[in-house]
């Protein structure tokens, strides 16, 4: 038991170094350089929206206020039932900047947000464009600083992570340790770094330079691809493109699920396919790696006879915790949720067992009503983290 505790913590050591290090030297968006260019590129802003009337106007409304010199806002009524898509005709009739796509139907082989965003660049104008969602929030001159930084530091791509806004101490630890996921699988704060493979994308905030996307095969080729905004950031970086990562704090927020279970049936298309390739065998893999690893530094802290593997115990622990706590600091959360972020992976797991199981029981992903079969869905998965 002891090299097993000995040897799980002190992979445990090297992954909370690998934490805290992201922990001390990610970017806010606020922090980046951003001269005023001396003409501003022409923006346009793509929001995909699929039955989301409970949120789409006060998105748009923060959209409608921001002060960029040259914007339009393409929103794509993905064949919503409810009224998202009245909603949307609404705003665009009284704001010229707003221009509604709506689509009727679906084509064979596309999943829904991908053909909405596809649809939406072949009619987009801006020599740049923000793909964004229909719940993000948007604080005054964001889109200034990021398009000015972009231009600045000659970038192809910017991805932003979003500041969610706290709901109760379970939701925000499982928040936390996603977050945690998300940067360690995509390296988040080395895409930037000079010879990196590292890549990542952001729904909430990709914007791209629209020459850079037109290098690459476009979104068909990410037709059938469940993490479509990773996606993107990884095809963006594959054909050549540069690509910079930054978290938004409080310039670019949104509201992540209301409750624990809304979270489970809104990550459903995801977490088999992000964790698991939806394959059976890396989901044993993955259950038996975790089973080994979380237990580890607790046990090592009370086995013996060897007195460094306490030691390996207390250091993993300490490194977890320092960089749950620069983390907290560096984003003005509470602590806490951070620190329970063990406890949030196990509710992750969950989640991709659930996930696992209603992929592997239907033959496919039913999400918004419509079915995406399995074999579908594995031949055309390009993200692998």
Avoid at 240 to 262: C, K, T
Wanted: aromatic residues 10%; charged residues 20%.
């Amino acid at each position: 038991m002891s090299i097993w505790a000995a040897a799980f913590s002190a992979l445990w050591c090297v992954l909370g170094a690998a934490g805290l290090r992201s922990a001390l030297v990610f970017k806010t968006l606020r922090s980046l350089p951003a001269p005023e260019p001396p003409v501003w590129p022409r923006l346009t802003v793509v929001v995909a929206a699929c039955d989301e009337e409970a949120t789409i106007g006060p998105a748009l409304t923060t959209l409608v206020g921001q002060d960029y010199p040259d914007l339009e806002i393409v929103v794509v009524d993905d064949r919503s039932k409810d009224a998202t898509g009245a909603i949307v005709d609404e705003i665009a009739a009284r704001e010229p900047r707003v221009r509604a796509i709506h689509v009727r139907e679906l084509p064979d082989g596309w999943l829904g947000k991908v053909h909405a965003m596809h649809r939406a660049t072949e009619s987009a104008s801006g020599s740049w464009i923000l793909y964004t969602d229909a719940d993000v929030h948007f604080a005054p001159g964001t889109l200034r600083h990021a398009v000015a930084h972009a231009v600045h530091a000659g970038l192809d791509h910017l991805a932003v992570a979003p500041d969610i806004e706290p709901i109760d101490l379970a939701h925000d630890a499982v928040g936390a340790a996603f977050a945690s996921s998300f940067l360690f699988g995509t390296r988040a704060v080395d895409v930037s770094r000079p010879g990196s493979s590292a890549f990542v994308g952001v729904g909430a905030f990709n914007l791209v330079r629209r020459a850079a996307l037109a290098a690459t095969p476009g979104w068909e080729w990410l037709r059938l691809e469940v993490l479509d905004d990773v996606g993107l950031g990884y095809m963006i970086k594959r054909w050549g493109g540069r690509s910079a990562f930054a978290v938004g704090l409080s310039d670019v927020r949104i509201a992540w699920y209301e409750s624990l279970p809304a979270m489970a049936r809104g990550l459903e298309k995801n977490m088999f396919g992000a964790f698991c390739r939806y394959r059976v065998s890396r989901l044993l893999a993955l259950l038996l790696f975790a089973a080994l690893l979380f237990p580890a530094p607790a046990v090592a802290l009370f086995v013996g006879p060897r007195p460094w593997v306490p030691l390996l115990g207390a250091l993993a622990i300490a490194l977890f915790s320092a960089g749950a706590i620069v983390v907290a600091v560096r984003t003005r959360r509470s602590v806490i949720p951070f620190l329970l972020g063990g406890w949030g992976a196990f509710v992750l797991g969950v989640f991709v067992l659930r996930s696992a199981w209603r992929v592997l029981r239907d033959g496919g992903v039913t999400w918004r009503g419509t079915f995406y079969p399995l074999g579908a869905l594995r031949a055309g998965q390009r993200v692998k983290l």
